[in-house]
């Protein structure tokens, strides 16, 4: 599975667009991009992913380049509660589900 | 559904004790898995299984064993604990698709003196 690079920390604040950058240099054809997030030591919580096509769901948007070699993870109208270590994972070349986690961001909003 | 259910929420042990983490799915998944979190770091796997009867090593397999008796369930033991297995466990469940979704517990805490 590729690697994924993040910035260590971002703020927001609250009310705003949080854009969450990603890169995936070495993304191969068949590998996803997924993002998770993880909440002052909860378990992580899917949030969204894909393949080549932004996406869109309640939580979030992913917009992934053309060369699908970064993404881009916005969380529209950031709350407090959106506080949280978010992970950009890559993965696909096999089958058996594995996620590789990396340092993650971590995203502080701020009122 | 109560999803992913991990047991027990938090855990003293001493050096050189065993125990059994359980974790138990209600959404018939294939898949499950058993991660670890020490400070300030990201997840990192350590054992997973593509379906009952199966287990295989992840990344940090070393002083753990695991078994998948039943679909639902996915067990994790130290056989002797080590201060170094201090740590957060989590274990998680997805499907056996591909762009698969995996669905977290909500961890025990594991201390070892």
């Known amino acids: 599975d590729a690697k994924t690079t993040q910035p260590p920390s971002m703020d927001c604040a609250e009310g705003r667009a949080a854009n969450l950058p990603c890169n995936h240099s070495?993304?191969?054809?068949?590998?996803?991009v997924y993002w998770y997030r993880q909440i002052h030591s909860q378990g992580p919580q899917y949030i969204i992913h894909?393949?080549?096509n932004n996406e869109t769901n309640e939580m979030a948007s992913l917009i992934i380049t053309e060369d699908r070699k970064s993404s881009t993870l916005i969380l529209p109208h950031a709350t407090l509660r959106d506080t949280a270590v978010y992970y950009c994972?890559?993965?696909?070349?096999?089958?058996?589900?594995?996620?590789?986690f990396g340092q993650g961001t971590t995203l502080q909003v701020k009122p | 559904n109560a999803g992913v259910t991990q047991t027990p929420k938090f855990r003293v042990l001493k050096t050189g004790q065993s125990m059994t983490l359980l974790c138990a799915q209600d959404m018939n998944h294939e898949y499950m898995y058993w991660y670890r979190q020490d400070p300030g770091m990201g997840l990192r796997l350590i054992h997973y299984s593509v379906g009952e009867g199966t287990t295989a090593k992840g990344e940090v397999p070393d002083g753990y064993n695991v078994s998948r008796l039943k679909k639902q369930n996915f067990l994790l033991g130290l056989e002797s604990a080590a201060p170094s297995q201090t740590s957060v466990y989590f274990c998680a469940s997805s499907t056996r698709d591909r762009g698969q979704t995996q669905y977290f517990g909500p961890g025990t805490r594991l201390l070892v003196l």
């Open positions: 994972i890559v993965h696909g070349s096999s089958n058996t589900g594995k996620l590789i």
């Open positions: 894909g393949l080549k």
């Open positions: 070495t993304i191969s054809g068949n590998e996803y």
